[in-house]
């Protein structure tokens, strides 16, 4: 029942912006690492950036430099501003999450968002 929804993504020029969100709703009662991953045609999927509960974060030397995860546990919801974009981004983002579910112990469990595509032209 606990679900991640993924926002933000689009079309944009290279060098151009975009914002994506995710946000986890349902029976949560804490959420651990949050991660972006992203997955283009004929590719493998690749972890992009992730940021533990205290703020902690690591980006793929990719898009070191260009692209920002951060979090509001308030909001259960993850961010990844992603700057300078290059055709290169281009894919589906998947926002992950390591969650606790209410009344489950202290047993994490793995979630995934149903992605979102981001395209970069040139």
């Known amino acids: 029942q606990v679900q991640l929804v993924e926002s933000g993504g689009g079309l944009v020029q290279a060098g151009g912006s975009l914002r994506l969100s995710c946000a986890a709703s349902?029976?949560?009662?804490?959420?651990?690492?949050m991660d972006w991953y992203r997955q283009a045609p004929g590719k493998q999927r690749e972890l992009v950036a992730t940021v533990t509960r205290a703020g902690n974060t690591n980006y793929a030397d990719s898009v070191k430099g260009r692209f920002t995860i951060s979090r509001d546990n308030a909001k259960n919801t993850v961010y990844l501003q992603m700057n300078s974009l290059k055709p290169e981004d281009t894919a589906v983002y998947y926002c992950r999450a390591d969650i606790v579910r209410r009344g489950m112990g202290i047993t994490a469990n793995e979630f995934w968002g149903q992605g979102t595509q981001v395209t970069v032209s040139s």
């Open positions: 349902g029976s949560i009662f804490r959420i651990n690492a």
